[in-house]
Every structure is written in C-alpha cells, then in structure tokens.
C-alpha cells in the first residue's frame, strides 16, 4: 500500500457558524462608557469658560438694550438686579446643558436620556417622588437651629419686588432643579460612584450641593446645613434607583412648596417685608 492511497487531513479555518451566523473573527469591543475622569475635568473646565461667556454675552446684550429700553442701571448695580442675575444664570445652564448633550451624543453615541441616567417612573412612583419633597419642605421648615444663624442673607435680594419674586420663582422651579440635578446627581454623581464607591458619592454629592448655596445664605449657616440634608435626600434617591429622575422630582416639589409658601406668607408678593425672612429661607436651587 502507498502513501496515494491516504487521503491528507483536511482543516476548515472557516469560524464555526452559530445560531446567529458565522461567529466573528474578533469580539466587537464595547462602546466607551461616559462619566470618566477626564470628562469631569473638561465639564468643570467648560463651567469656568461657559461662567465667562454668559456674563460676556448677558453683559453685552444689557448694553445693546438699554438705550431702546430705557435702563439706568449702572454695571456695578447690575451684580444685583435679580433679572440680570436670573438671566446670566439661564444662559450659564443652557451652555451646561449643550455641553453635556454634546458629549453624551455626540462622543459616546448615546441617547442623552441614557447617557444621564434617566428612566422614566411609574406614574405612581412620580407621585410619591413629588409628595415627598412636598414633605421635606414642610419639614425643613419646622427643622429646630442648632446652628448659628440669621433672618437676613443675600438670597432674599432677589424678592425686592413682586415682579422679580415670580421671576425667581418660576426659575426655582422650572429650571434650577433638572440643571442643579444633571451638575450633581448626573456628571459628579457618576464619575464619583464608578472611580470611589454609591456612598462616597451620595455625600460627596450632597456636600457639593450644599457648597453652591453658600453664597446666597452667607452667615445663616443653619440654613446652610438644612440645604445640605436635603441635598443628601436627593443623593440618596439618585443612589438607591439609580435614576435621575427622582431627585428631580424631590427637587422640584421640594422648591415648588417652598415658593408657594412665600406666595401665600407675603400675599402674593405683595408684603415681602419681614414674612419673607420667614418662609424663603431653604429654597435650593436660585
């Protein structure tokens, strides 16, 4: 017998087929996830340029209307005006807002509900989110003082008429809780929770959130340690859902109680004196 009469082995290199179709030659690698910590670095870089810009532009649109509009007001007393200061901080989350957007869908390919952590709750969960901070409000304002304190702070400038306390309330309520939420419950919450661990980010967080509110409640420390158990309710929810849609809620109902009850105490806005030191102490989010 010769060796003609063996046929050679033969090997297929071909992948073996699967159910789903010929297997790859290489595992597809998964997309980048987003919340590192070169994206916090260039948020907070962005924030620094993006405060510049709006009050560049803020300052710019003033000048080009005041002569149609008739304004007197000088630029040192512009640091004071609740509209101007309401409309710079518009134009500063809106910027925020495009920058996160960009780099959720954009860069990562993502859809931006996704990208920040938002599902969708239940119709009944939304209510008892909103019910809660309904109940926070109604708590922190019963809280006792345990902390030095006082009745007047830079936060109350901003009711010095009715005009401009509708104005700062509709901004509380319509706008600062999802921005105030996407700055902390979403870019810090997230790099903070996947680099160090939930808990660290929950205080973190909430220690954060109470920092921004020092500005306006200078010296009414109290009122400052309220702001940041609050804060902590928020991170709390973020932490334990892992959503971002019920600190917003809580944040929301929360301020929206707390501008309801100026309404009612100053008979809307109409006596802002003295009643005001009483009721517009621990809105989180102007």
Same mark, same amino acid.
């Given at each position: 017998?010769?060796?003609? !009469? +063996?046929?050679?082995?033969?090997?297929?290199?071909?992948?073996?087929?699967?159910?789903?179709?010929?297997?790859?030659? @290489?595992?597809?690698?998964?997309?980048?996830?987003?919340?590192?910590?070169?994206?916090?670095?260039?948020?907070?870089? +962005?924030?620094?340029?993006?405060?510049?810009?709006?009050?560049? $532009?803020?300052? /710019? $649109?003033?000048?080009?209307?005041?002569?149609?509009?008739?304004?007197?007001?000088?630029?040192?007393?512009?640091?004071? !005006?609740?509209? #101007?200061?309401? =409309?710079?901080?518009?134009?500063?989350?809106?910027?925020?807002?495009?920058?996160?957007?960009?780099?959720?869908?954009?860069?990562?390919?993502?859809?931006?509900?996704?990208?920040?952590?938002?599902?969708?709750? /239940?119709?009944?969960? =939304?209510?008892?989110?909103?019910?809660? *901070?309904?109940?926070?409000?109604?708590? $922190?304002?019963?809280?006792?003082?345990?902390?030095?304190?006082?009745?007047?702070?830079?936060?109350?400038?901003? #009711?010095?008429?009715? =005009?401009?306390?509708?104005?700062?309330?509709?901004?509380?309520?319509?706008?600062?809780? &999802?921005?105030?939420?996407?700055?902390?419950?979403?870019?810090? +919450? !997230?790099?903070?929770?996947?680099? $160090?661990?939930?808990?660290?980010?929950?205080?973190?967080?909430?220690?954060? @959130?109470? =920092?921004?509110?020092?500005?306006?409640?200078?010296?009414?420390?109290?009122?400052?340690?309220?702001?940041?158990?609050?804060?902590?309710?928020?991170?709390? /929810?973020?932490?334990?859902? *892992?959503?971002?849609?019920?600190?917003?809620?809580?944040? *929301?109902?929360? !301020?929206?109680?707390?501008?309801? *009850?100026? &309404?009612?105490?100053?008979?809307? &806005?109409?006596?802002?004196?003295?009643?005001?030191?009483?009721?517009?102490?621990?809105?989180?989010?102007?």
């Amino acid at each position: 017998m010769t060796m003609d !009469n +063996f046929e050679s082995p033969h090997f297929d290199s071909t992948p073996p087929a699967t159910a789903l179709g010929p297997a790859p030659a @290489f595992a597809a690698e998964p997309p980048p996830a987003p919340w590192t910590l070169r994206d916090l670095f260039f948020f907070l870089a +962005f924030s620094l340029a993006a405060l510049l810009i709006a009050q560049f $532009v803020t300052l /710019a $649109v003033y000048f080009a209307l005041k002569p149609l509009a008739g304004w007197h007001a000088s630029v040192a007393s512009l640091a004071q !005006n609740p509209f #101007f200061l309401l =409309a710079f901080q518009a134009l500063f989350y809106l910027l925020l807002l495009g920058y996160v957007f960009l780099l959720v869908v954009t860069h990562y390919h993502l859809p931006f509900l996704q990208g920040i952590r938002w599902r969708v709750p /239940a119709p009944g969960s =939304a209510l008892g989110y909103l019910a809660a *901070g309904v109940a926070l409000a109604i708590a $922190v304002q019963f809280a006792p003082t345990v902390l030095p304190d006082k009745d007047q702070f830079p936060l109350q400038q901003l #009711f010095s008429s009715a =005009a401009s306390s509708y104005a700062v309330g509709a901004f509380a309520i319509l706008i600062a809780p &999802f921005m105030e939420e996407l700055i902390f419950r979403c870019v810090f +919450f !997230n790099v903070l929770e996947t680099r $160090v661990s939930r808990g660290f980010a929950i205080f973190m967080t909430a220690l954060l @959130f109470a =920092a921004l509110h020092v500005p306006e409640y200078w010296g009414a420390w109290n009122h400052v340690m309220l702001i940041f158990l609050v804060g902590m309710v928020f991170s709390l /929810a973020r932490g334990v859902t *892992g959503s971002l849609a019920p600190s917003v809620l809580l944040h *929301g109902a929360y !301020n929206a109680s707390l501008i309801v *009850g100026i &309404f009612i105490a100053t008979q809307h &806005f109409k006596h802002l004196e003295g009643l005001l030191a009483l009721a517009a102490h621990t809105v989180a989010g102007v």
